[in-house]
């Protein structure tokens, strides 16, 4: 089945500053990655996916790059805010119909952003 | 609220007895899903329904958790003989069967077993 590893655990940066989140997996047949943000105490919500057959995807201050070839696919936030200190998790999956089977998340990252 | 609904949201009880979680999906959507959640991990997947029909299941569901959705629309997750590994969020999650992939999750139920 699919493994989905994120690293490192913690990030911590300044405001203002950009965050690199990565994220591998190991099922070269997954072909949908999305990124999931949960605050403290709050339901994942999705905050940008990608399909395979792209490399980059953007959505204002938040961006995703996928290398397929290496298997592993970042999420790019620029000019943090301290709103987007939560727990940020990838996941992937083979997306066959259109719609989901099934995702597979990472363990997830907690970002921290120093005000 | 149109959003994903769960119920209850926390639950004590004692290991050995056994409990009941529901979950209403975004009315329009015929996919549902349920995940388990436990401090520091991410969500992992339990088993998921098109419509009525349960599609795939975890190998982490044992034979004293069991799904349904009889109806195709709300589901209900059962957990027999509780352990106190069965300790965790469940979170239940839906779908449109459409291009987009998003799921659109609940608040969760919170067990906990003593």
């Known amino acids: 089945g699919e493994n989905v590893e994120q690293h490192p655990s913690t990030l911590s940066v300044q405001e203002g500053d950009s965050a690199v989140i990565k994220c591998t997996y190991s099922?070269?047949?997954?072909?949908?990655f999305p990124w999931y943000k949960q605050e403290l105490g709050k339901r994942p919500q999705l905050i940008i996916d990608?399909?395979?057959?792209?490399g980059e995807k953007k959505d204002q201050r938040i961006a995703v790059t996928l290398n397929k070839t290496a298997k592993h696919f970042s999420l790019h936030i620029t000019e943090t805010q301290p709103e987007d200190s939560a727990v940020y998790f990838c996941a992937a999956s083979r997306d066959r119909t259109g719609a989901n089977s099934k995702l597979t998340f990472g363990k997830g990252i907690t970002l921290s952003v120093r005000p | 609220d149109t959003g994903v609904s769960q119920n209850p949201r926390h639950k004590i009880t004692k290991r050995g007895q056994n409990v009941t979680f529901r979950c209403d999906p975004i009315s329009e959507h015929n996919r549902l899903y349920w995940y388990r959640q436990t401090l520091g991990q991410g969500p992992e997947f339990l088993t998921y329904?098109?419509?009525?029909?349960?599609?795939?299941k975890s190998r982490l569901l044992s034979d004293r958790f069991s799904a349904e959705r009889p109806k195709g629309s709300f589901s209900t997750l059962e957990i027999q003989r509780t352990e106190q590994g069965d300790s965790a969020m469940y979170l239940c999650a839906s779908s449109p069967s459409t291009v987009s992939g998003e799921l659109f999750f609940g608040e969760g139920s919170r067990l906990t077993v003593l």
């Open positions: 990608i399909r395979s057959n792209v």
């Open positions: 329904f098109q419509n009525e029909a349960q599609l795939e």
């Open positions: 099922d070269s047949a997954s072909n949908y």
